[in-house]
């Protein structure tokens, strides 16, 4: 029994904890913030130096080999700095290329993505569709030895700037589409979190040879979803640390009526409230990782709880914060509402809590 | 990162589960509180013979010197079959853990062994009527005398004072010092003329806490623990021992709580259906599922910390605080479940689950103010964990 990091981990922790604090000061965060398409290659080009893309991805195909735990310790700095990256979506990518692709997809897309040469996305739900996890509507028509796909995508990440999308057909498969292939168009969404871009995707027509479909379908992808959940949790439980450090530090400093605003228990009780919401949250994430590394029959229960916790911390603790922090809190000016932001559309990725927590229900209830 | 037991703490767990399935006396019975005490005295005795009395005593002590995992695999596996309480609770947890660390020779020869077999029942004098949270303001006095001091003062919420022989009592020995340097732990005598113990009624109508009134009531001085004036650093010692460990029975006891309530969800029709089919309930049950599974986390992540520094990391600090809100959760949801059946409670033909819900329901409003309050508990996290600055 040790349930915390090794040295190794804590390396990671520390090497990915200073980066970022020095490539996403504020002045850089609301510069991508800003900007058309939200992206950073120069940045995305240093992180897949460092090993980043294919962090936990076998080396075999050319990864770290690393497990979801060293991910989830990324994933908890990514969103402690709330770095604007391409990582998840990739990540999302590189999971189901290793865990459901063919040798030959491994080779031609899982290869060059887990160096950061190409970059790929998941293109899952179906604009007009309720967007429940594992059902899909996109039609994917027999075609020769191949697939023609008709639909559109809608909540697509990180479009701009990727190389592939992962397209998730009706009939559970996922298929690989270049960008620039005849008959896919896409359209920036406009979003709550100007620091992670949504994109919806039109597929016209677009011809996918066999070689470009996944051999896996419906359930092969549940080990892909769970570990991304894990992630997207750490990703939250980083947001939840930060902004509680922000509403400590601001509840020692402002004084009003002769005191700094921490002294009185309005302010210092709600930050309490943070702390507890926020070490919940981390205790689920690494319960959870460690049970993808170690205890895989675990998973999807240990991810579902994980992924419900904190969802809702990771907008409810930057909420609390902006509540301490009072009117300045509520300013473009104050970086809080990107956290806020990022924090409320997690929750919504891959599964809200309340769709989470009905999983922990089937487990206990049936 | 390792959440499994290595093979010898599974040997470990598999030689309690096994004793305890051959030895447990099953559920209390639901006489009075006599004839508890005497089960509870029973149970301990067993527990003694066979070496599970004060496992986390070190052995020259008469205990088991477990680790502290061990120590939590021990309390959680008790709770998890529903053993019962040894009758010297308090003793065990914390007054042979203070004599050890803090006590004379002679106070570890005469206190140790009684307070191992139950001989002894021990109780707790520390809050007073005006004394709660600011525990460290008691007025108690004591004063000296020869060579004994003289006690005159009242304490509250002493648990078992109606059964026990002695008495962890902190008093003010110097009334010009500041608060908590005037305080001296001592060991007092509950069988003497000038202690009275009356039983506290509950909201459960249940007398588990008393009032202990003391009119010139007479300690040797030998009994004495630790210096004169240093009763506060002693009583500290005390509090954290009676949290350390715990979290691992409680964790048990809310798992059996909850799978309790998944029975009772399945049981009572709602909407044609059942509790457990209605989303709403459905939801619920699953956030407390989730918030007891954070609990159990957080007390593997302090006890990893503990094991390697000595002192749990902040997550050690919050579960006391989580205990309550899960267990008052858990019974306020049984009721809402068992909708207008609520009131009714055991000794009603028509209660449900015969009233063990309503008993609940009513026995955990204290969780959030028995052995600390969650109030408190968040101005300890805001000062000592987050750094915040103190109101005082």
Redesign the interface.
């Known amino acids: 029994?040790?349930?915390?990091?090794?040295d190794e981990?804590r390396a990671i922790k520390a090497t990915a904890h200073d980066f970022l604090a020095s490539r996403f000061k504020s002045a850089r965060l609301r510069e991508i913030a800003a900007s058309d398409d939200g992206t950073d290659p120069a940045g995305w080009k240093e992180m897949a130096d460092l090993g980043w893309a294919g962090l936990a991805l076998p080396e075999e195909w050319g990864g770290q080999g690393l497990g979801i735990?060293d991910l989830a310790v990324l994933f908890e700095e990514m969103g402690y700095a709330l770095a604007p990256s391409p990582l998840l979506s990739n990540t999302v990518a590189g999971l189901a290329l290793s865990l459901c692709g063919s040798d030959d997809l491994r080779e031609r897309y899982l290869r060059p993505l887990a160096s950061g040469e190409k970059r790929g996305t998941p293109a899952l739900w179906d604009a007009g569709s309720p967007a429940t996890i594992g059902e899909f509507t996109l039609e994917a028509r027999a075609d020769g030895d191949g697939v023609v796909l008709d639909g559109e995508k809608v909540l697509v990440p990180d479009a701009a700037g990727a190389d592939f999308f992962l397209v998730a057909s009706g009939d559970g498969r996922r298929h690989v589409v270049d960008c620039d292939a005849d008959g896919v168009t896409v359209t920036p969404e406009t979003a709550i979190d100007p620091t992670r871009r949504f994109s919806s995707v039109r597929l016209d027509g677009v011809r996918v040879a066999a070689a470009d479909s996944l051999p896996g379908a419906g359930p092969d992808y549940y080990p892909v979803f769970h570990r991304i959940c894990v992630a997207i949790a750490a990703e939250s439980t980083g947001i939840a640390q930060r902004t509680l450090e922000m509403a400590?530090e601001y509840?020692?400093d402002r004084q009003q009526f002769g005191?700094?605003i921490?002294?009185?228990?309005a302010?210092?009780?709600r930050?309490?409230?943070m702390?507890?919401e926020t070490?919940?949250?981390r205790?689920?994430v690494?319960?959870a990782?460690?049970?993808a590394d170690?205890?895989p029959e675990s998973l999807p229960l240990?991810a579902s709880?994980a992924k419900?916790?904190a969802s809702d911390a990771g907008w409810r603790v930057p909420d609390a914060s902006i509540q301490v922090h009072g009117g300045i809190g509520f300013t473009w000016e104050h970086d809080l509402h990107f956290f806020l932001k990022r924090g409320r559309s997690n929750a919504a990725l891959f599964g809200d809590s309340?769709w989470h927590?009905?999983r922990?229900?089937d487990a206990?209830?049936? | 990162m390792d959440l499994t037991l290595s093979p010898s703490e599974e040997e470990f767990r598999d030689e309690v589960r096994t004793w305890i399935e051959e030895n447990n006396p099953g559920p209390e019975p639901e006489g009075s509180l006599d004839e508890v005490m005497s089960f509870r005295r029973e149970w301990q005795l067993k527990l003694h013979a066979a070496g599970w009395a004060g496992i986390s005593w070190p052995k020259e002590f008469g205990g088991r010197g477990a680790t502290m995992i061990e120590q939590a695999i021990f309390v959680g596996e008790a709770a998890r079959q529903e053993a019962p309480s040894p009758a010297n609770v308090l003793g065990l947890a914390m007054g042979g853990p203070v004599v050890i660390a803090h006590g004379t020779d002679e106070q570890k020869q005469r206190y140790l062994e009684p307070i191992l077999t139950g001989e002894e029942i021990w109780c707790q004098g520390f809050s007073e009527p005006e004394s709660g949270s600011d525990l460290a303001s008691l007025k108690t006095r004591a004063v000296k005398d020869g060579d004994e001091w003289v006690v005159t003062g009242q304490k509250v919420w002493t648990t078992f004072a109606q059964y026990a022989k002695w008495c962890m009592l902190v008093a003010r020995t110097d009334p010009d010092a500041p608060k908590h340097q005037g305080l001296t732990y001592f060991l007092m005598d509950m069988e003497q003329e000038g202690v009275e113990a009356k039983p506290l009624v509950q909201i459960t109508g249940e007398g588990e806490f008393n009032e202990v009134f003391m009119e010139e009531a007479r300690i040797p001085e030998a009994n004495v623990v630790g210096e004169v004036g240093n009763g506060w650093s002693v009583a500290i010692t005390t509090l954290m021992n009676e949290r350390a460990g715990l979290a691992f029975g409680a964790i048990a006891q809310i798992q059996n709580s909850l799978g309790r309530l998944a029975k009772l969800a399945k049981e009572v029709r709602v909407n044609g259906g059942s509790a457990a089919d209605d989303t709403y309930y459905r939801q619920r049950i699953a956030q407390l599922h989730i918030e007891a599974e954070t609990m159990r986390l957080n007390a593997y992540r302090g006890l990893t910390k503990t094991m390697q520094s000595g002192i749990p990391g902040p997550e050690g600090s919050l579960g006391k605080w989580q205990w309550a809100d899960i267990n008052q959760g858990l019974t306020e949801l049984a009721l809402e479940i068992e909708g207008a059946y609520a009131p009714l409670a055991r000794g009603s033909e028509h209660a449900v689950a015969n009233g063990a819900w309503q008993y609940g329901f009513l026995r955990s409003r204290a969780n959030s103010i028995e052995g600390g309050t969650t109030d408190i508990l968040k101005n300890i996290i805001a000062e000592r964990v987050l750094g915040l600055p103190r109101l005082r």
Do not use: I
């Open positions: 029994m040790y349930f915390d990091l090794t981990q735990v400590v509840a020692k005191r700094p921490g002294a009185y228990q302010v210092s009780h930050c309490a409230q702390l507890l070490e919940n949250a205790s689920a690494y319960g990782a460690w049970a170690a205890e240990a709880m419900a916790y309340k927590r009905e922990v229900a206990v209830l049936g």
